[in-house]
């Protein structure tokens, strides 16, 4: 774990705050005029992915956590767990699937992923899914004829299971670009 202050914050880095992990979604230096300066945070907790939002005194202390990220492929699920393979070593491992989160439903037998590991305790914090999958359609109802001439969207099954709202364009069996961190649509691959 390192030192630092305020002014070393970057968007995606993890610091050790109120005795927790929590990775920074956004921040931002506020002067305003005659008071102190001070930086307003977006804080991700890794443990439970709750996001805070909070104000730190401008130059204030703060102690900054090395974090690993390992390629994993996931094989299987077993259980409530879901078991990821080192492509190096063959080791495999169990991670529950609260430490997934709600990516679960993005993810593919034999697609990659990075294991997010606090380098100093060895301690796995979480999975990160790419940013962008492609996953096949399954189920999707017909689109109504005359409904093209709006923005109109429809439910639609993916091949892991999840429901996302698609376009009226989109068929079954079409392959689509899907965005993990929001769960959107983006295109047809």
Known sequence: MASGTTSD???GM?????NDLYQVVE??????GNWRAFVRVKLKNLTNGKVIEDRMRAGADIDIVRIERRPMQFLYRE???FVFMDGDTFDQIQ??????????RFLKENESADLVYDSEKEVLLGVELPIFVTLAVTETTVAVRGDTATNVTKPATLETGA???VPGFVNEGDVL???TRTGEYIERV
């Open 95 to 104: 991670v529950p699937e609260a430490m997934v989160g709600d990516a679960a």
């Open 27 to 32: 921040f931002q230096h506020v002067a305003p």
């Open 79 to 81: 259980g409530n767990d």
């Open 163 to 165: 429901v996302i709202q």
């Open 177 to 179: 670009k899907i965005d």
């Open 9 to 11: 914050l970057r968007n």
């Open 14 to 18: 993890v610091i050790r705050y109120n």
